[in-house]
């Protein structure tokens, strides 16, 4: 790898905005529950490339596997067939909490007594300092320096005071503040829960019986290609705030803690679900061509060919030909084989990063008025160097469209832009990012043009509009914000928020 090679903590390509992980979450007997696992997390890989992990309950205790690298890096047959179970959870990570190293690397560990829980854990939690003082305080000890472990180890601490997972669940949720997806793994039981405002995507689905009757079982993942993989039909999306339980009993739906105004995550539909998953009835594949036809209206260009950025660039760019009877064709070519580009020390280095990803088609883009449609603008860096690659292949002009509005914003629930600074669009209006770029013309997709395109549901849009439906404590977001920018916080923080591990075992929870 690079980054051996190197010898330095190298991120992975920096100018792209990534998810922070996947989850997956199988409850099923009569199945090879650590395979399955394995293939979800394969439909999931996008959502996280730095480590792997799955964990399987076989009835009487907890079996964990996990890496750095991708899932075919991480799992062998061998490891796979030494795994059988009940139910297994899954997690791919790419982290921005805490260190890129094995002890990041999720599912986490947590003993209770003599049980062992698994959790994995997509998301962020804001408050997780607060939180891991008030651990530290009591005497528990941490492996890693991420918040997912702080999550396991306070659902720890809170079972082996009330005896009861389901109870040290709800205690953990009435503390923890911020988007989270979670998938949990005792010996004999699968857990999985959502944050009070739905932020972070989780999904329920059902394995049908094999012919014969066996077989049955059901599913959770963060994005519904995980069940496609496995067989499984989607059944509904786990709600904000509910806790859902899997074992011999069947499943259950619990409440965990106090659900609030729906705000869901608006960057999944944009960019990190693939296209192939459906949310809210809606492929998401349909969701970009529609962000396509309505930027096409809204910023129009004559050109002589349209082309996407792939992946995530292609339906929007689709739907831009299609609105204004423009020739849609291929103009980058992505290399599927360079699953990861790292950022090196060098710009010269950090330019063949993109070149490892995308090369431009050069039989369709020369002599031609080439109109570019990509998700985001992050830093520009990106944009920047495909804008040069197409006109370097003989493009005559590259117009650029981007099928949401400028990311102005840092995200502090689970994607790894907490830095304003690193936005280019936080301190450049178009004009300036358009010359920065280097691109004949630029225009984003507007809020309200993004919101025609997706299901009617509550919407966090705080990377675009500032306002955090949960508020971001001043000791996290120190240094965050650019000067003069001022976030808003729709809701005033919970009372959980900076309670303390004593007051807290004075709550009463069923
Ligand atoms: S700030 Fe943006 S990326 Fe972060 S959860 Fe909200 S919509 Fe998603």
């Known amino acids: 790898m690079l980054e051996n090679f190197t010898g330095l903590d190298v991120r992975e390509d920096a100018d792209t905005l990534h998810e922070e992980c996947g989850v997956f979450g199988i409850w099923a007997p009569d199945r090879d529950v650590a395979r399955l696992t394995c293939f979800a997390l394969r439909a999931l890989q996008h959502r996280g490339q730095e480590s792997a992990g799955i964990a399987v309950g076989n009835g009487s205790t907890v079996l964990v596997r996990k890496d750095l690298g991708l899932v075919a890096e991480v799992f062998s047959d061998y490891d796979l067939g030494a795994m059988p179970g009940k139910l297994a959870v899954g997690h791919v990570r790419y982290g921005t909490s805490g260190a890129r190293s094995w002890e990041a690397a999720q599912p986490h560990l947590s003993t209770i007594d003599d049980v062992i829980i698994a959790l994995a854990h997509n998301g962020t939690l804001v408050n997780s300092d607060h939180l891991r003082a008030e651990l530290d305080r009591v005497g528990v000890r941490f492996r890693s320096n991420t918040d997912s472990e702080v999550a396991a180890k306070l659902i720890g601490f809170f079972t082996g005071h009330e005896h009861r997972i389901i109870k040290g669940i709800r205690h953990t949720m009435n503390l923890i503040e911020g988007g989270y997806a979670m998938a949990l793994a005792r010996e004999n039981a699968l857990y999985a829960f959502r944050d009070p405002h739905g932020i972070r995507p989780l999904v329920l689905g059902e394995l049908p019986a094999r012919e014969d009757g066996t077989g049955a079982g059901w599913v959770v993942a963060s994005e519904t290609c995980a069940f496609d993989i496995v067989g499984a039909r989607f059944v509904r999306e786990i709600e904000p705030g509910e806790i859902i339980r899997i074992s011999e009993d069947g499943l259950v739906s619990e409440p965990g803690t106090q659900a609030r105004a729906t705000h869901n995550c608006i ?165 300036e990012v358009c010359q920065f770029i280097e691109a004949d013309s630029l225009a984003f997709l507007s809020l309200e043009g993004l919101e025609s395109c997706v299901p009617k549901v509550g919407w966090c849009k705080a990377c675009y509009n500032g306002e955090y439906p949960v508020e971001v404590p001043p000791a996290f977001a120190a240094g965050k914000f650019v000067e003069g920018f001022k976030p808003v916080s729709l809701y005033p923080p919970t009372d959980g928020a900076t309670r303390s591990i004593d007051e807290e075992l004075q709550v009463e929870v069923q």
């Open 267 to 431: 960057f999944e539909e944009v960019y990190f679900s693939r296209p192939d998953s459906i949310v809210d009835g809606s492929s998401v594949y349909s969701m970009r061509y529609n962000m396509g036809r309505q930027l096409a209206r809204e910023a129009p260009v004559d050109a002589d060919l349209v082309i996407g950025v792939p992946d995530s660039g292609l339906p929007p760019a689709e739907g831009f030909a299609a609105e204004l009877g423009l020739k849609f064709g291929e103009g980058l070519i992505k290399n599927r084989y360079v699953a990861r580009t790292f950022i090196q020390p060098t710009q010269e280095m950090r330019q063949m990063g993109v070149r490892l990803k995308l090369n431009a088609l050069r039989d369709n883009v020369e002599g031609k008025r080439i109109v570019m449609v990509d998700d985001s603008i992050v830093r520009g860096t990106t944009s920047k160097q495909i804008v040069r690659m197409l006109k370097d292949a003989g493009a005559k002009e590259v117009h650029v469209r981007i099928n949401c509005p400028e990311v102005k914003w840092p995200c502090f629930y689970g994607i790894d832009t907490d830095v304003q600074a690193q936005l280019i669009s936080a301190t450049k209006n178009v004009e």
